[in-house]
């Protein structure tokens, strides 16, 4: 397929756990990460893996956040774990070629894109 496949958003109670999977093609496709988007703001990058170098998150995820690859599968995960309130959005999963340009966290490094699932976090 060309075109990632979300799955596993849901609402949940701050401070609970809900793990997301992507279903990607990894043909010329080595860079995978997660993003997101709230109500009214722009898409930012959550987490990232590169073939099997060490993860990158974003500061506000980091510690509670996990990103994973199923190499075998094609499977993207990201465990999130301690929820909150601003992490509500649309999680979206996201493949790039491996060259540089725009860096794991920037939207420019990728070219194919999930519909993505909806995360909602309440009280």
């Known amino acids: 397929q060309v075109q990632p496949v979300e799955s596993g958003g849901s609402s949940v109670q701050a401070g609970g756990s809900l793990r997301l999977s992507c279903v990607y093609s990894?043909?010329?496709?080595?860079?995978v990460g997660w993003f997101r988007q709230a109500a009214g703001k722009e898409r930012e990058g959550v987490a990232s893996?590169?073939?099997?170098?060490?993860?990158t998150y974003t500061d506000s995820v980091l510690d509670r956040f996990f990103i994973s690859k199923d190499n075998e599968k094609n499977i993207l995960y990201l465990q999130m774990n301690n929820l909150i309130a601003e992490d509500t959005a649309m999680y979206y999963c996201?493949?790039?070629?491996?060259?540089?340009?725009?860096?794991?966290?920037?939207?420019?490094?990728?070219?194919?894109w999930g519909q993505g699932t909806q995360v909602t976090v309440s009280s």
């Open positions: 996201a493949a790039g070629p491996w060259f540089w340009r725009g860096g794991v966290l920037n939207t420019a490094q990728y070219d194919y």
């Open positions: 990894s043909i010329g496709r080595n860079v």
């Open positions: 893996i590169v073939g099997f170098s060490t993860p």
